[in-house]
């Protein structure tokens, strides 16, 4: 054995070690373990980029800036929500859900909203541009893509158009998500005057634990009044503009209220990671007026936090659903928590019905999600693959009472390692709207069955098999 060949075994053993100690999701631990045995040298370097987390409470520790007035209302909320006053009127039964929120997401309970879905990429940006044009001290703009198509350009004219005009234009984008964006683009919008910076850009060298955490989130505020959150980035696929990919169905939501508020927060925070500026003045949160009463919480998630948000959230909406429980989710990689959820509410009796891409975006996340298909038909759960074009809606029913929908997709990625943001919203009138957008899809769906799922070729086995082994690193 070559002194060469003896570093290589002694490195990667010591990796195995590391990896072995750190007391992983077991699933994650075997596939790691798996891959350095199988590909040592690639496996090395895929773990220096996506399997390190000792640095993560290092690189986020100094992420938020301190709110005492948040804290107080926190406080508050969790006080009166023990003496049961603080969901009178409205989301009585989900007195556990708001705790959780309360506790592990720091996410207010707020009630003067007003919420609209949109559901589609042309309804999504005529909202957007008339929301942007009315702007008038201003716009903080939060994508995961930000392309420099017809659309992205449509957008950087009027972004440009409002900062020439005085109003304080802040743009944070995703340093791989939007890695391909020009430099003459964000030239133009820098000389328009827009703020532009990058979450974790992407540069030599790549291998740095950064490039795991990603800034998913999809979050526009204007004025501190009206706000835009869900699945769709921007780019002319999700306006069905591209010939290659057809028809993109997608789920977004205009809130204004309170909610809106909690939002900013968020934004703010974001931009203070990044720019290490301090924005705390109180005309980012102005008084609003009376718009309603929708109960609403805005949750974020990500590695910055101590607890999984996202996926609590998951899990406790779907262990105290009592009816039904409808998932649109374009991919679909449920940890064994989440999956252990979904088969016992349907062998409780619910109604569990789960719509996922039945074209596929991208292979591996396809053939992944596939992999978990027949223990939950064996389990009752009634499972439809899209079929009139790509589905990245990324919605949740339950009941007639709860609906959530935001940037994060029910798979292991979203769960532990983006930022995401989702609005759990508390309205029937509300879940009645994603019900009807939920029942078309069916129609647009095929029904998967269980004896069609068990007669499928080999060479599919194959493919989920090898998906599945490496989804707990996707």
Excluded at 114 to 119: E, F, Y
């Amino acid at each position: 054995m070559t002194i060469l060949t003896l570093l290589g075994a002694i490195v990667l053993a010591l990796v195995g070690t590391v990896i072995f100690l750190e007391n992983r999701n077991p699933e994650k631990t075997v596939a790691w373990l798996i891959i350095l045995m199988v590909l040592p040298v690639i496996g090395f370097l895929l773990y220096l980029v996506f399997g390190r987390n000792a640095r993560k409470r290092k690189l986020f520790h100094h992420k938020h800036i301190e709110d005492s007035a948040l804290k107080q209302l926190i406080d508050e909320q969790t006080q009166k929500l023990t003496e049961a006053e603080l969901l009178q009127g409205g989301a009585d039964r989900q007195h556990r859900l708001v705790r959780l929120l309360l506790k592990c997401a720091y996410a207010p309970l707020t009630t003067n909203n007003h919420v609209k879905v949109l559901t589609d990429g042309p309804s999504k940006f005529e909202e957007l541009f008339h929301a942007l044009e009315r702007a008038k001290h201003h716009i903080h703009f939060e994508y995961y893509i930000f392309k420099n198509d017809e659309i992205g350009r449509d957008i950087q004219r009027l972004l440009i158009s409002k900062a020439r005009q005085g109003v304080e234009v802040r743009v944070l984008i995703d340093g791989l998500g939007s890695r391909v964006i020009s430099k003459d683009f964000l030239e133009e919008l820098s000389s328009g005057g827009v703020q532009v910076e990058f979450f974790f850009p992407v540069k030599f060298p790549f291998i740095t634990s950064k490039l795991n955490f990603r800034n998913h989130r999809k979050i526009v505020v204007i004025d501190g009044r009206v706000g835009f959150l869900g699945g769709m980035n921007i780019g002319d696929e999700y306006l069905s503009r591209k010939r290659e990919i057809g028809f993109w169905r997608d789920t977004h939501l205009v809130l204004e209220g309170e909610c809106v508020h909690r939002m900013q927060t968020i934004f703010l925070n974001d931009w203070y990671f990044i720019t290490r500026e301090r924005i705390e003045d109180r005309s980012y949160y102005p008084p609003l007026p009376e718009l309603g009463k929708v109960f609403s919480q805005i949750v974020a998630s990500g590695p910055d936090s101590d607890w999984e948000s996202i996926r609590q959230v998951y899990f406790t909406a779907l262990a105290t659903a009592r009816n039904k429980v409808y998932i649109e989710t374009p991919y679909f990689i449920p940890d064994e928590s989440i999956s252990m959820a979904l088969k016992t509410a349907s062998l409780s009796g619910l109604d569990v019905r789960l719509i996922v891409q039945g074209i596929p975006e991208y292979q591996l996340t396809y053939w992944a999600s596939r992999s978990y298909f027949e223990e939950l038909l064996q389990a009752g759960v009634k499972i439809y693959k899209y079929q009139k074009g790509i589905l990245h809606a990324k919605v949740i029913v339950i009941d007639d009472e709860i609906g959530i929908v935001g940037s994060a997709n029910m798979d292991i990625r979203s769960f532990q390692l983006n930022f995401e943001a989702s609005a759990l919203v508390y309205d029937r009138k509300f879940v009645a709207r994603l019900q009807e957008d939920f029942t078309q899809d069916l129609e647009d769906s095929a029904l998967v069955t269980l004896a069609e799922y068990r007669s499928r070729p080999l060479s599919d086995r194959f493919k989920e098999s090898g998906a599945r082994l490496l989804s707990p690193l996707l």
